[in-house]
Nanobody, 115 residues
Framework: QPQLVESGGGLVQPGGSLRLSCAAS????????MRWYRRAPGKERELVAF????????DYADSVKGRFTISRDNGKTTVYLQMNSLKPEDTAVYYC????????WGQGTQVTVSS
């Protein structure tokens, strides 16, 4: 059964850092690009970051460029999102997404940036 499981969310002060992980299983993870999305309260879902299947190509939303870094370890079938210099507006539920035709989604992990 294909599965994506996020972890690493939590409460952090403005300016702090978090590292999210998304563990994949049940499909050929290394063949597919992956994405991180987020959904903030009262807002539409936002694409945050993209990484190619081999990890050599990445892209970011303008709102997180220079602060967030997406990476992956195909041996561990895991994709990461390193988030630095966090702002209150980064507060959201973060989801990873991937697989054929982007059909697999995780359950989400809550990130709250507040003092």
């Amino acid at each position: 059964q294909p599965q994506l499981v996020e972890s690493g969310g939590g409460l952090v002060q403005p300016g702090g850092s978090l590292r999210l992980s998304c563990a994949a299983s049940g499909f050929a993870f290394m063949l597919y690009p992956m994405r991180w999305y987020r959904r903030a309260p009262g807002k539409e879902r936002e694409l945050v970051a993209f990484i190619s299947s081999g990890g050599g190509s990445t892209d970011y939303a303008d709102s997180v460029k220079g602060r967030f870094t997406i990476s992956r370890d195909n041996g561990k079938t895991t994709v990461y999102l390193q988030m630095n210099s966090l702002k209150p507006e980064d507060t959201a539920v973060y989801y990873c997404n991937g697989g054929p035709r982007w059909i697999y989604w995780g359950q989400g992990t809550q990130v709250t940036v507040s003092s």
